[in-house]
C-alpha cells in the first residue's frame, strides 16, 4: 500500500515534468498542471513515507525496467519511509509556493520547459534513489538527480557565474557519484551481487569494510556538502531558481545523508569506531566553518547555503557520535545520536526550506540578492517576515523551536560519553560537544544578522522600500513549514518515537525511555539525568507573557506616542547610517580570522592638512581556503598533465611512424 | 510532584523575581561604600522601576512590531529561566520542564530579541551594541556549555535540581574539575550580566557599551521590562553559582524548616558574592572591546580543562 | 643442418631472399629519386624471381601467376608510375640528404639481427628448407618503416610503404608458398589503388604547400606553440 | 543467405551507380535509399542468423555468428541515418562551394564503397579477406577526408593514408605468421586462412608464432582502433573530413578494427594456454595496457581542445581504449560491457557528430571559443548536443552508463586497484568534455549567429535508443550479446 502510494507519487513527478514540456511560452501549464502535480506527488510521498515510518516491516517491489539479470528493485522499510517523509512535506510545499513564484518569469523568454520539466525528473530522482534497492538503480536515480538539478543550477546561464558554478557542480556531482560507485562496487564484489540484500548478508574484512567506508563517506559527504568537498554548494544552491534552491539544501542533502545512513549503518553493518571519530571531526569542523563563512556572506541566498553546510556538519557528528556508540557496543547510547542525527535532519529539511522559500519570496519582491540592499522588509512583508523570524529561530536553535529540540537530544547523547571506555574517545566526544556549542552560538549570531539586516531596520534600497505583499500560495507554503517547525519543536516526542523504529532497524536499540513520561516529557536516558518539557516551556513563557501583562501593564496608561528615532543630535538619521551585514560581521571576522582568506582595501583621501577626510573607500573580499588549497592546485595538475601529453601529438608524421615503429620494436622485445 | 511542590516553584520563581533588583542595589552599595560614595537606598531600583511603568512609552516611528513584543518576549523567558532554577530547594518540578542545555537556550533567546530589537530602529549604535552582543556571547555561551558539561559528568545528569542535591549529598569534594569550572562560571557570568572588566551597566560610552546601546531606543514600561531582565540575569547567575558551587544548605525535602534555612543560606551566600563582585569591579578596570575576546577565550579553556580534568582525573574505569 | 644439404634451388632462394635483403639496404642509402625508384623496381623483380622459384622447385602452379602479378605491378607498373610523377613534378634529379647516413646503416644492421633473435623461437619449429627467409622478411619490413622514418620526401617514404608490401609479399611467398588466390588478388588490387592515391597525392600535396617535404605538413599539432595554452 | 548477398552487394552496386549520377540531390536520395535497402537487408540476415544459430557460407568465405551479426545491423542502421543527416548537410557544404559536384560524385560512391568494406570485412571468414577490407576501407575514405582540398585537410589524408597503410601492413605480416603456423596443422592450404577452421584447431597452433603474429596484427589493426600511440591520424582524419564521414569513421570503423583484433584474440588465447607458453594471458594483458593507456591520455587530451570534431574523435579514442581494456579483461561480464559499449558508443558518437555538424553549420566554424549560445540559437541543437555529450560521458539513465557499470564491475572484481585509475580517467575526461560543452550551449547568442534548417531526427532516434539501452536491455538483445558473450569467452554470461 505504501509502496504503491510511494510509486504514485515519482509517477506524478514524472507527470509533472512530462506535461511541463507543453509549457514553452505558456506559464499557466507550469502553474495550474505541474506544480500541482508536484504538489500531489509530494503529498502522496509524505504520506508513504509516514506510513511506511510507522508502519515498520519493510515492503519490496520490482520494477519492469533495468538489466536482464539486474532489475530494478524498489524497497521502502522506515529508514526509506523517514526520507520520503522529508522530500514529500518539502515537495507538496514547494508545489504550492511555486506557481506564485514563478509568475515573474511571465515576461521575457525563460525557459519555462526546462524549469518544470527537469524539477520534476529532480524530485522524482530523488525519491526513487531513497526507494532503490539495488545499487544500479541506486545510481542511475542518483545521477538523474544530479543531472537534473544540474539543469536547474544553469537555469539563468545568462551570467558567467552561474555557468561556472553548474560546471564545478556537475563535475563534483559526477566525481562524487563515481566515488560512490566504486563503494558499491567493493560491496558488491565481496558481497556478490548488486542487490542491497546481498550487500546485508555479506560480513565484509575489515579492510575492505573501510574502504568501503571511506568511498561512501567522500562521495556522499561530496553531495552533502562537507567540508573541504564543500566548495560547489555555497555556488550552486543559490543561482537556481529559489524553490529550486529550497529542494537542493532541504532535501538533497538530505538525500545524501540518507545514502551515507544506508550504506553505513544498513549495507556494511559491522561498524568500527574509527569510523565514527572520523565523521565526528569532519563533522564538527564542516559545523564551526559553516557557519562562521555563512556569517560573513552578503548575498542572502549564499549565506543560507553556508548555512546548510553547518547544519550537515551537526548531522554528520550525531551520526559520528552514533557510529563511536555502536562500535564500542553502546547500542543503546548509539540510538540516542542516531535519533539525534535524523529528528536533525527532518528539522533542518524544514527550516532550511521554509528560509529559502522566505528568500525567494523577499528577492522576489525585491529583485535584490545582496542584503546590503534590503532592510524594514518585516512592516512590507508581514507574513513572510514572521515565518522568516520562525524559521531563523529554529535553525539558530533556540527553544521551543525544532532546531533546538535535536540539538539539545545531540548533547545528550554527547554527554554519555563518560559511560565509554576508551579515554581517547571520552575526550573526543566533548570537544566535539564543544565545537557544537560554538556553533550554536555562531549561528544566533549568523541569523541575527540574516533577519536584522533583511527585515529590521530601515529599507536600504528603492526596491526594498516599494516591496509589496505576496501571492497567498508562497505565504501559505511558508505557513505551513513554519507550523510544523513548530510542532515539531513543541512535540518532539511524536518524531522521536517514530525515530525509534529507525534506530530499532540501524542499531537494534531504540529510545526506550525518551517517550516513556507522556508525550510531555522528553527523557533520552532517565528522568533524573535530563529532561525537557518543550510544551511546558511554551506555555511558561505564555504564562509569564500573560502575567506581566496582567500585573505590569498599567491601567489606563497613556498609549505609545511616536517620535522621532534618537539622533543625537546631529541631523536626520538615514539608511545610510545604520548598521549594515559587513560592519555587524565585523567582530567575528576579526576574531576568527584565520578562517578566511581576507583582502580588505580602504581608500582614504584625505585633505591638504590631513585631518578631514574627504572621500572613503572600502572593499572587502572574503573567501575560503579551499579553493586555494584543494580545488586550483588539482585543475593546474591535469592542464599541466594535459600540456605535457600533448607533445604526443606534435605534427610530424614522421615522428608518427616512428612512434608505430618503435611500439612494435618495444612489443616484439617484450614477447621474446 | 505533588500540588505542593508547583506551589512552592510559583512562590519560589515570585522571590527570584522580586529579589532580583535587591541583588543589583546590593552590589552598587557594596562598590560606593568601598569608593566612598554614598549609596542610594535598597529601595531605588524598585523606585525605578515604578516610575518607567508609569511613564509613557515613545516609540521612534521606524520601530516594528517586534520592536514593541521584544521586552514582553525577553522579560517572560528571562522568568522563566529564573523558574527552573532551584533557589531554596531542590524539590522542585520545574526544573524537569528545563534542565541546564535548555537554560542556556533560554539565555539564547533572550540575546536573540534583545539583538534583533537593537537592530530594529535602524540606529547604529543599535546595530553595534547587537554586533557586539552576538559576537561576544557567540564565545560565552560555549563556555558556559563547557561548565555544564563539566558537572553535568560529574554529577551523571544535566538537571540542575538533581545536579545540585548530587553535589550537597557528596559533601565536601575537592574536584579540579569543580574548580576550573567555577572559575570559568564566574568568568563568563561577568560577561554575559555585562558587567565590568566586559560591559559598563552604568555608562552610555559609545566605545564600550554594549548592553545599554541595545536597549538605546526604549522608553517607559519596555525600558522597565528590558532593567527587570538584566537584573534577573545577573541574579540568574549568582544562584546558579553559591547554589552549585556551595550547595550547604540548599534545601532537599519541603519541610517548613528546611526550606527556612535553605532561605537564609542563599540570602547569605547571594550577599557574599555581591560583596565580591563589587570587590572585582572596583579593582578592575574596563577592557577595551577587542580585548574581551581573549577574556573570554580564557573562560572558555578553563571550561574545557575541567571537563578534560575529569575524564582524565577522575573516572575511572 | 647447414646450407650444403639444401638442394641448389633451395640454395638459390636464400641467394634471392639475400638479395631482397641487400636492396632494402640500398633503398636506404640510396638518395637520388630516381636511382632509388630503380632499386625498388629491382627489388620487385627479385621478389618475383624468387616466387617463381618457389613456384618451380615445390611445382605451385598458381604461384607462377602471382610471380607474373608481382613482376608486373611491382617491378614495372608502380616504378613507371612513380617514375612519371617525378617527371611531371620535376623533381627526378632531386637529391635527398640523409642524416646521419652511417647510424642509419647501423640501425638496419640492429635491425637485421633483431628480427632474426625474433624470429629463431619460429625457425625451431619449421620443416620448411626456406623458413629463415622469416627473418629476412621481418628485416625488410622494419627497414622499410627505418625507411619511412628517416626520410622526409613524400616519393621516398611511398618508396618505403612499397618495399615494406615487398616485404610482406615475400614473407608469404617464401615462408608459407603464397596465400589463397583470392587473397593475394585482393592485396595486389589494394596496392594497386594505394599507388594510384598517391600519385593524386602527390599533386593534392604539391598543390597545397607546394613542396613534398612531408616535414612541412604540421599545420595539425597540439604543442602550445602551434595553439595558445587555453587555461 | 540471400540477406547476406543483398546486405554486401547492395552498397557494392550502390558505390557503382552512384559514381555515374552526376545530380547531388538525386544521388543524396539514391544513397539513403540504397542505405535503408541494405538495412533491411542486414535485418533480414540478423534474423535468419538469429533463430538458425551461426551461418557458413558455401566455400567458406562468409561466416556470420551473433558476433559479427549485430555489428553489421549496427553498421547498417548508423549508415542509415547518417545517410539520412549527410544529404542536407552535404546540399549545404555545396551551396557553401567547399565542393564542386564531380566530387559530390566521388562522396556518394565512397560512401557506399566504404559501407561495403565495412560489410565485407565484417562478415567475411578469411583472415586474409578480412585485411583487404580493412585496408579497403582506408582507400575508400581517405579521399574523403581531403574531400574540402584545403591544406589542413590534405595533410590529414596523407597521414590517414601513410599511418593507417604501415599498420595495416603489419597486421598483414601477423597475417602471413599465422598462415605460416596453420600450415602446420591444417593440411589444405587454403583453408588456412578461415576462422572458422583455424578456430577449430586453435589449441595447436605454435603459441610462440601467434604469439609475434598477434603482436603484428594488434600493432595493425590497433592503429585503425585508435590506440594510442598509434592513434596520431585520427584526430585529423576526423576533424578535417566531411562531418557524415566523422560519424562513421567515429561510429563504424574503428569498432571494425576492434571487432578483427578481438576475432584474433579468440584464435590467440588458446594457442597460448599451451603449457609450453609461459604467459597465457600475453594477448588480454596486451589489450589491457594498450586501452588504458589510450583512455587516460585521450581523457587528458581533452583539456586542450579548440576545434569541436577534434575533441569528439579524441574522446572516440578514450571510448575505443575503453573497450580495448575491456576486451583485455576477458570474462563474461566485461565481454558483455565492452559489447554493449561498443553499440551505445557508436550510436552516441554518430548522433553527436551529426549535432556537431548542425551546430558548425550555426557557427560557420569547427572553432570552440567561436560557438557560442547554442541552447538560445536552435534549442533543438544546443540540447541534442548537451544530453549526447552527458550521455557519452556515462550519465545515466543513458546506455553508456550501463555499460561502463559493467565494465567497472568487472574491474573490480578481476583488476580491484585498476578501478582507480579507470574512474580518475572517467572523471578527468568528463572534465575536459564539459568545459568545452558547457560555453558552447549556454550563454548569450553572438551576433550573425541564426538557425539553420536542421534534421534532429536521426540524433533523437539514436539518443533515444541509448536510454532505452540505459533504462532496460530488451531481451533479445540481452540474448544476442549473451550468445557474443558465449562465442568469445566460451561462458554464458546471463
Redesign the interface.
Known amino acids: 500500500m505504501a509502496l504503491n502510494l510511494a510509486l504514485a507519487a515519482v509517477l506524478a513527478a514524472l507527470a509533472s515534468a512530462i506535461v511541463s514540456l507543453a509549457a514553452h511560452r505558456r506559464i499557466g501549464v507550469l502553474k495550474w498542471l505541474s506544480f500541482p502535480l508536484l504538489g500531489l506527488s509530494g503529498l502522496a510521498a509524505a504520506v508513504a513515507g509516514g506510513m511506511a515510518l510507522a508502519g515498520g516491516d519493510a515492503q519490496v517491489a520490482q520494477l519492469?525496467?533495468?538489466?536482464?539479470?539486474l532489475p530494478w528493485q524498489v524497497r521502502l522499510d522506515v529508514l526509506a519511509g523517514l526520507f520520503l517523509l522529508i522530500i514529500g512535506i518539502v515537495t507538496f510545499a514547494v508545489g504550492i509556493f511555486g506557481p506564485g513564484y514563478v509568475s515573474e518569469y511571465e515576461h521575457g523568454d525563460h525557459?519555462l520547459v526546462q524549469l518544470g520539466f527537469f524539477t520534476g525528473l529532480f524530485i522524482a530522482g530523488m525519491q526513487l534513489v531513497v526507494l532503490a534497492n539495488d545499487a544500479?538503480m541506486f545510481?542511475?536515480a542518483w545521477?538523474?538527480m544530479s543531472?537534473s538539478s544540474y539543469f536547474l543550477v544553469?537555469f539563468h546561464?545568462?551570467q558567467?557565474a552561474n555557468?561556472r558554478a553548474?560546471?564545478l557542480y556537475?563535475?563534483m556531482a559526477?566525481?562524487g557519484g563515481?566515488?560512490i560507485?566504486?563503494g558499491y562496487?567493493?560491496l558488491?564484489?565481496f558481497g556478490g551481487g548488486?542487490d542491497f540484500d546481498a550487500m546485508r548478508v555479506v560480513e565484509l574484512t575489515p579492510l575492505w569494510a573501510s574502504v568501503a567506508f571511506a568511498l561512501a563517506f567522500i562521495g556522499f559527504g561530496m553531495k552533502a556538502g562537507l567540508v573541504p568537498l564543500h566548495a560547489w554548494l555555497p555556488e550552486a544552491h543559490p543561482v537556481a531558481p529559489s524553490h529550486i534552491s529550497a529542494l537542493m539544501s532541504g532535501v538533497m542533502l538530505k538525500v545524501a545523508v540518507y545514502g551515507f545512513v544506508r550504506v553505513t549503518f544498513d549495507l556494511i553493518g559491522e561498524v568500527q569506531w574509527g569510523w565514527g571519530v572520523t565523521a565526528l571531526l569532519v563533522g564538527s569542523v564542516s559545523a564551526l566553518l559553516g557557519i562562521l563563512y555563512a556569517m560573513q556572506q552578503n548575498d542572502l541566498k549564499r549565506l543560507l547555503a553556508y548555512s546548510s553546510i553547518e547544519n550537515v556538519g551537526v548531522i554528520f557528528l550525531g551520526l559520528g557520535m552514533a557510529m563511536v556508540f555502536m562500535g564500542t557496543g553502546h547500542e543503546g547510547l548509539g540510538a540516542i545520536a542516531l535519533i539525534a542525527a535524523l529528528f536533525h535532519a527532518f528539522n533542518h529539511a524544514l527550516f532550511k526550506s521554509l528560509l529559502f522559500l522566505g528568500a525567494g519570496n523577499v528577492i522576489q519582491r525585491t529583485h535584490e540578492q545582496n542584503m546590503e540592499r534590503m532592510?524594514?522588509l518585516?512592516?512590507r512583508l508581514p507574513y513572510t517576515g514572521v515565518f522568516f523570524?520562525i524559521g531563523s529561530?529554529s535553525i539558530?536553535?533556540?527553544?521551543p523551536f525544532n532546531g533546538?529540540a535535536s540539538e539539545?537530544l545531540t548533547?545528550?547523547a554527547?554527554?554519555q560519553a563518560?559511560a565509554l571506555?576508551n579515554?581517547v574517545l571520552?575526550?573526543v566526544i566533548?570537544?566535539t560537544?564543544?565545537m557544537l556549542?560554538?556553533t550554536?552560538?555562531?549561528s544566533?549570531?549568523c541569523?541575527?544578522?540574516a533577519?536584522?539586516?533583511v527585515f529590521?531596520?530601515?529599507p536600504r534600497s528603492r526596491r526594498a522600500r516599494h516591496a509589496r505583499a505576496t501571492a497567498w500560495g508562497m505565504r501559505g507554503a511558508q505557513g505551513m513549514l513554519a507550523l510544523f517547525c513548530l510542532l515539531a519543536g513543541v512535540f518532539p516526542n511524536v518524531m522521536v518515537g517514530l525515530l525509534g523504529n529507525v534506530s530499532q532497524l540501524l542499531t537494534g536499540a531504540r529510545m526506550a525511555s525518551a517517550t516513556q513520561h507522556g508525550w510531555l516529557?522528553l527523557t533520552p536516558v532517565s528522568?533524573?539525568?535530563?529532561?525537557?518539557?518543550a510544551p511546558?516551556?511554551l506555555i511558561?513563557?505564555?504564562l509569564?507573557?500573560w502575567l506581566?501583562?496582567q500585573l505590569?501593564?498599567?491601567r489606563g496608561?497613556?498609549s505609545?506616542?511616536?517620535?522621532?528615532?534618537?539622533?543625537c543630535g546631529f541631523g536626520p538619521?538615514n539608511?545610510r547610517?545604520?548598521?549594515t551585514g559587513t560592519?555587524?560581521?565585523?567582530?567575528?571576522r576579526?576574531?576568527f580570522s584565520p578562517v578566511w582568506r581576507i583582502d580588505e582595501k580602504v581608500e582614504r583621501q584625505s585633505e591638504a592638512e590631513g585631518l578631514r577626510v574627504s572621500r572613503l573607500s572600502h572593499q572587502l573580499q572574503v573567501s575560503d581556503h579551499s579553493w586555494y588549497a584543494l580545488y586550483e592546485p588539482i585543475g593546474r595538475l591535469?592542464?599541466v598533465?594535459?600540456?605535457r601529453?600533448?607533445?604526443?601529438?606534435?605534427?610530424?608524421?614522421?615522428v608518427?611512424?616512428?612512434?608505430?615503429?618503435f611500439?612494435?620494436?618495444v612489443?616484439?622485445?617484450l614477447?621474446? | 510532584m505533588t500540588w505542593a511542590g508547583w506551589l512552592l516553584a510559583l512562590l519560589q520563581a515570585a522571590l527570584f523575581v522580586a529579589a532580583a533588583p535587591l541583588l543589583t542595589i546590593w552590589v552598587k552599595r557594596n562598590k560606593c561604600w568601598l569608593q566612598n560614595r554614598r549609596s542610594p537606598s535598597l529601595l531605588q531600583p524598585y523606585r525605578d522601576l515604578a516610575k518607567l511603568f508609569r511613564k509613557q512609552v515613545v516609540l521612534s516611528e521606524n520601530a516594528s512590531p517586534l520592536f514593541r513584543s521584544a521586552p514582553y518576549i525577553v522579560f517572560a523567558v528571562t522568568v522563566l529561566a529564573a523558574a527552573t532554577i532551584p533557589l531554596i530547594s531542590t524539590q522542585l518540578p520545574t526544573t524537569a520542564i528545563a534542565d541546564m542545555i535548555v537554560l542556556v537556550g533560554f539565555l539564547a533567546v533572550v540575546r536573540f530579541f534583545l539583538a534583533l530589537a537593537g537592530m530594529d530602529v535602524g540606529t547604529a549604535f543599535g546595530g553595534m551594541g547587537a554586533s557586539r552582543e552576538v559576537s561576544l556571547s557567540a564565545l560565552a555561551e560555549p563556555a558556559l556549555l563547557m561548565v555544564i558539561f563539566t558537572l553535568a559528568m560529574s554529577a551523571q545528569s544535566t538537571n540542575l535540581a538533581s545536579t545540585v542535591q548530587y553535589l550537597h549529598d557528596a559533601g565536601l569534594v575537592l574536584r579540579p574539575s569543580l574548580l576550573f569550572a567555577l572559575f570559568g562560571l564566574l568568568l563568563v557570568a561577568v560577561a554575559e550580566s555585562g558587567r565590568i572588566p566586559v560591559d559598563n551597566p552604568a555608562t552610555h560610552l559609545e566605545l564600550t557599551m554594549v548592553h545599554e546601546a541595545m536597549i538605546l531606543e526604549y522608553s517607559g514600561r519596555h525600558l522597565a521590562l528590558m532593567e527587570w531582565a538584566a537584573q534577573l540575569k545577573l541574579m540568574i547567575f549568582g544562584v546558579l553559582i553559591v547554589n552549585i558551587f556551595f550547595p550547604w544548605g540548599v534545601a532537599t525535602e519541603l519541610s517548613a524548616a528546611a526550606l527556612l534555612i535553605g532561605l537564609v543560606a542563599v540570602l547569605v551566600k547571594l550577599a557574599l558574592i555581591g560583596v565580591v563582585l563589587a570587590f572585582a569591579e572596583t579593582a578592575l578596570a574596563k577592557m577595551r572591546v577587542f580585548m574581551v575576546p581573549q577574556f573570554l577565550n580564557l573562560a572558555f579553556l578553563l571550561a574545557l580543562l575541567g571537563a578534560l580534568s575529569h575524564v582524565i582525573l577522575e573516572v575511572d574505569i | 643442418m647447414t646450407i650444403a644439404q639444401f638442394s641448389l634451388p633451395e640454395q638459390l632462394v636464400l641467394i634471392l631472399a639475400a638479395l631482397v635483403l641487400f636492396t632494402s639496404f640500398a633503398l636506404l642509402a640510396q638518395q637520388r629519386m630516381l636511382a632509388s625508384i630503380h632499386v625498388f623496381a629491382w627489388q620487385g623483380a627479385l621478389v618475383a624471381a624468387a616466387t617463381a622459384m618457389i613456384a618451380g622447385v615445390y611445382d605451385k602452379h598458381h604461384l607462377y601467376f602471382s610471380a607474373l602479378m608481382t613482376l608486373g605491378l611491382k617491378a614495372l607498373l608502380i616504378p613507371w608510375m612513380l617514375r612519371r610523377l617525378v617527371d611531371r613534378l620535376g623533381i627526378a634529379h632531386e637529391v635527398e640528404t640523409v642524416v646521419r647516413p652511417a647510424l642509419v646503416m647501423l640501425a638496419a644492421a640492429a635491425l637485421v639481427v633483431f628480427s632474426y633473435y625474433v624470429a629463431l623461437p619460429i625457425e625451431k619449429l619449421s620443416s620448411l628448407s626456406t623458413r629463415s627467409t622469416i627473418a629476412i622478411s621481418m628485416a625488410v619490413v622494419l627497414i622499410g618503416m627505418l625507411m619511412m622514418v628517416t626520410r622526409s620526401q613524400a616519393v621516398s617514404q611511398v618508396i618505403g610503404f612499397m618495399s615494406i608490401e615487398n616485404g610482406l609479399f615475400f614473407a608469404a611467398v617464401v615462408s608459407t608458398h603464397g596465400m589463397p588466390m583470392v587473397v593475394e588478388l585482393g592485396i595486389a588490387f589494394d596496392v594497386l589503388v594505394a599507388a594510384v592515391l598517391f600519385g593524386v597525392f602527390f599533386l593534392q600535396i604539391r598543390e597545397s604547400i607546394d613542396s613534398l617535404d612531408v616535414d612541412r605538413l604540421n599545420r595539425l599539432s597540439e604543442t602550445d606553440e602551434m595553439n595558445g595554452t587555453r587555461e | 543467405m540471400i540477406g547476406l548477398y543483398f546486405t554486401l552487394l547492395l552498397p557494392f552496386g550502390g558505390a557503382l551507380l552512384l559514381a555515374l549520377v552526376t545530380n547531388p540531390a538525386v544521388a543524396g536520395w539514391l544513397n539513403v535509399a540504397i542505405s535503408v535497402g541494405t538495412l533491411v537487408a542486414a535485418v533480414t540476415l540478423a534474423l535468419s542468423v538469429l533463430d538458425q544459430g551461426p551461418l557458413l557460407s558455401p566455400g567458406g568465405w562468409f561466416y556470420i555468428d551473433a558476433f559479427n551479426i549485430y555489428l553489421v545491423a549496427l553498421t547498417a542502421f548508423i549508415g542509415v541515418t547518417t545517410a539520412i543527416f549527410s544529404r542536407p548537410y552535404m546540399t549545404y557544404v555545396l551551396s557553401e562551394g567547399w565542393v564542386r559536384q564531380r566530387r559530390m560524385r566521388l562522396y556518394h560512391a565512397m560512401y557506399q564503397g566504404f559501407m561495403t568494406t565495412m560489410l565485407l570485412a565484417l562478415t567475411t571468414n578469411n583472415l586474409g579477406i578480412l585485411w583487404v577490407a580493412v585496408e579497403g576501407a582506408t582507400l575508400a575514405t581517405v579521399l574523403l577526408v581531403s574531400l574540402y582540398r584545403t591544406p589542413e585537410s590534405v595533410e590529414a589524408a596523407w597521414k590517414y593514408f601513410v599511418l593507417c597503410g604501415v599498420g595495416i601492413a603489419q597486421a598483414l605480416f601477423g597475417t602471413v605468421l599465422v598462415y605460416f603456423t596453420a600450415a602446420h596443422v591444417l593440411q589444405a592450404p587454403d583453408i588456412g586462412l578461415n576462422w572458422t577452421e583455424l578456430r577449430g584447431v586453435a589449441g595447436q597452433l605454435d603459441p610462440t608464432v601467434m604469439s609475434i603474429a598477434f603482436v603484428f596484427l594488434l600493432v595493425g589493426y590497433g592503429t585503425k582502433i585508435g590506440l594510442v600511440p598509434l592513434h596520431n591520424w585520427l584526430p585529423d582524419a576526423h576533424s578535417e573530413g566531411p562531418t557524415p564521414m566523422s560519424a562513421v569513421l567515429s561510429g563504424l570503423l574503428l569498432n571494425v578494427g576492434l571487432y578483427a583484433v578481438v576475432r584474433i584474440k579468440m584464435l590467440v588465447d588458446p594457442a597460448l594456454a599451451d603449457p609450453s607458453f609461459d604467459n597465457p594471458q600475453l594477448a588480454g594483458h596486451l589489450m589491457m595496457g594498450f586501452g588504458l593507456l589510450s583512455f587516460l591520455v585521450a581523457g587528458l587530451f581533452l583539456h586542450r581542445q579548440q576545434d569541436i570534431k577534434r575533441m569528439f574523435s579524441y574522446s572516440s579514442i578514450e571510448h575505443m581504449g575503453l573497450m580495448t581494456f575491456a576486451f583485455g579483461i576477458g570474462g563474461p561480464l566485461a565481454t558483455f560491457g565492452a559489447l554493449l559499449h561498443m553499440t551505445v558508443h557508436s550510436l552516441t558518437k554518430s548522433a553527436i557528430f551529426v549535432t556537431v555538424g548542425h551546430a558548425t553549420h550555426i557557427a560557420g566554424t569547427q572553432a570552440i571559443e567561436k560557438i557560442r549560445g547554442l541552447i538560445k540559437t536552435q534549442p533543438h541543437v544546443g540540447w541534442g548536443l548537451l544530453l549526447g555529450t552527458a550521455a557519452i560521458a556515462g550519465f545515466p539513465p543513458f546506455g553508456v552508463f550501463t555499460s561502463e557499470f559493467m565494465l567497472l564491475t568487472a574491474t573490480m572484481e578481476s583488476w580491484p586497484w585498476l578501478s582507480v585509475v579507470l574512474l580518475s580517467g572517467l572523471a578527468i575526461a568528463f572534465a575536459g568534455l564539459f568545459r568545452n560543452i558547457h560555453p558552447m550551449v549556454y550563454g548569450s547568442v553572438p551576433e550573425g549567429q541564426l538557425p539553420v534548417k536542421a534534421n534532429m531526427l536521426p540524433v533523437a532516434v539514436h539518443l533515444i535508443l541509448v536510454l532505452w539501452l540505459g533504462l532496460s536491455i530488451p531481451p533479445f538483445l540481452a540474448q544476442w550479446f549473451d550468445q557474443a558473450t558465449q562465442l568469445i569467452t566460451g561462458s554464458h554470461f546471463l
Do not use: C
Not at chain 1, 539558530?396 to 527553544?399: E, G, I, M, V, W
Not at chain 1, 505609545?560 to 539622533?567: E, F, N, Q
Not at chain 1, 601529453?645 to 614522421?654: P, S
Open positions: 519492469p525496467l533495468g538489466l536482464p539479470w525557459p544500479f545510481m542511475i545521477e538523474l543531472l544553469v546561464h545568462e558567467a555557468r553548474g560546471f556537475l563535475l559526477h566525481v563515481l566515488t560507485l566504486l562496487g567493493v558488491a564484489t548488486f532592510g524594514g518585516l512592516t523570524l529561530m539558530a536553535s533556540l527553544p533546538f539539545w548533547f545528550q554527547a554527554l563518560v571506555e579515554g571520552r575526550i566533548p570537544f560537544a564543544a556549542a560554538l550554536g552560538a555562531l544566533v549570531a541569523f541575527v544578522k533577519y536584522g539586516v529590521l531596520g530601515q516529557w528522568s533524573t539525568e535530563a529532561s525537557y518539557s511546558l516551556v511558561g513563557i505564555l509569564a507573557w506581566i501583562w505590569l501593564h498599567p496608561a497613556r505609545v506616542r511616536r517620535g522621532k528615532t534618537w539622533d538619521l539608511a547610517m545604520q548598521y560592519s555587524f560581521a565585523m567582530p567575528l576579526r576574531i591535469v592542464l598533465a594535459a600540456r601529453i600533448a607533445r604526443l601529438q606534435q605534427g610530424n608524421i614522421r608518427y611512424i616512428a612512434y608505430s615503429f611500439t612494435l620494436l612489443l616484439l622485445w614477447i621474446s
